[in-house]
């Protein structure tokens, strides 16, 4: 069974711009996460969706937002990109949304902003 | 908030040395308690959980300890091999809130010499 896949790999944008993440969830599973892992430290949560609902929200500015289809697929959205936003976007499912569901980690999404 | 603190690293060891990775945590409500691991170009794994206080996780050949009454979370491994040689991440999920948001610990770098 195919594991939690992430495209692109790897993006370099430059400060200003836009830039869209997508993740594809194991399949089964209906809850999906995004991480922010900055080179050296660990990862932060920024959203978790499930059955296409937020169910919560990291402390990240509004320049971040994400949604999920009905095929439990995910886009992490990032406007206006920053040097600060250069990181390993990390994508996570899980079958369902407690704390009590094991995590599957994608291998993420390298963003470079220039 | 929520926080993990663990030893920073490199920790470089011997094959067949004995391992710790110190992890303590801060949390508002009654956390399950993660060890990840990260190799190189690879996403997170869960490498084991405790859920509750005084609960042992373990997995090959790692284990940790859930003590409540100093907030820690230790990781250790009695011979540590070659192929051990990665990123360890301590986290916790504070089932106080609804989803399984994760909070990582800034992660420490093992590095096993033959």
């Known amino acids: 069974d195919a594991g939690v896949t992430q495209s692109p790999t790897h993006l370099i944008k430059t400060r200003g711009q836009h830039v869209t993440l997508r993740c594809s969830p194991i399949s089964g599973h209906k809850s999906v996460s995004w991480y922010q892992q900055v080179l050296g430290q660990g990862p932060q949560f920024i959203f978790q969706?499930?059955?296409?609902?937020?169910?919560g929200r990291g402390n990240f500015p509004d320049r971040f937002s994400a949604r999920q289809f009905p095929n439990y697929s995910s886009e992490l959205n990032v406007n206006a990109l920053l040097l600060g936003d250069s990181a390993l976007y990390l994508c996570?499912?899980?079958?369902?949304?407690?704390?009590?569901?094991?995590?599957?980690f994608g291998s993420g999404t390298q963003l470079s902003v220039l | 908030g929520d926080s993990v603190t663990q030893m920073e690293g490199p920790v470089t060891l011997s094959e067949e040395a004995f391992l710790t990775i110190n992890c303590t945590y801060t949390?508002?409500?009654?956390?399950?308690l993660f060890w990840y691991v990260q190799y190189p170009g690879e996403g997170l794994q869960l490498l084991l959980k405790a859920t509750k206080a005084d609960d042992k996780g373990s997995n090959k050949g790692f284990e940790a300890t859930y003590r409540k009454e100093t907030t820690s979370f230790h990781l250790e491994k009695g011979s540590v091999q070659v192929s051990d040689s990665a990123v360890y991440f301590c986290a916790l999920s504070d089932r106080g809130n609804a989803g399984n948001m994760l909070t990582f610990g800034g992660g420490t770098r093992l590095m096993v010499k033959p």
């Open positions: 969706y499930y059955e296409k609902e937020e169910r």
């Open positions: 996570a499912s899980a079958l369902g949304p407690t704390t009590n569901e094991k995590l599957f």
């Open positions: 949390a508002t409500g009654y956390p399950s």
